[in-house]
Nanobody
């Protein structure tokens, strides 16, 4: 059994900052790609940022320069530092991790955490 536990969401004023965390736990050997997605009401889920096991990173153009993804491999944890938040960043943010287990490599999702930027 693999669990991804997210934390750090909340409500901030536009221009504010939040830091999301996501930790993978269970019987796992290691984590490969770890990423953050978001889904706003009435919209499809979209990739926000991704970090590979060797540290390569991708950040969506819509958040480039404002959001930073990082990871602690020893803790199977990924972070998303979100600065200069805008109302359009409001969404449920989901963590995704590709996990290496005894049975093979499998993708997993967190439960989601709400992020809102509003006055």
């Amino acid at each position: 059994q693999v669990q991804l536990v997210e934390s750090g969401g909340g409500l901030v004023q536009p221009g504010g900052s939040l830091r999301l965390s996501c930790t993978a736990s269970g019987v796992i050997f290691a984590t490969d790609d770890m990423s953050w997605y978001r889904q706003a009401p009435g919209k499809e889920r979209e990739l926000v940022a991704l970090v590979t096991s060797d540290g390569s990173k991708y950040v969506a153009d819509s958040v480039k320069g404002r959001f930073t993804i990082s990871r602690d491999i020893t803790k199977n944890t990924v972070y998303l530092q979100m600065n200069s938040l805008k109302p359009e960043d409001t969404a449920v943010y989901y963590c995704n991790a590709v996990v290496r287990r005894k049975i093979g490599t499998t993708p997993h999702w967190g439960q989601g955490t709400q992020v809102a930027a509003a006055s």
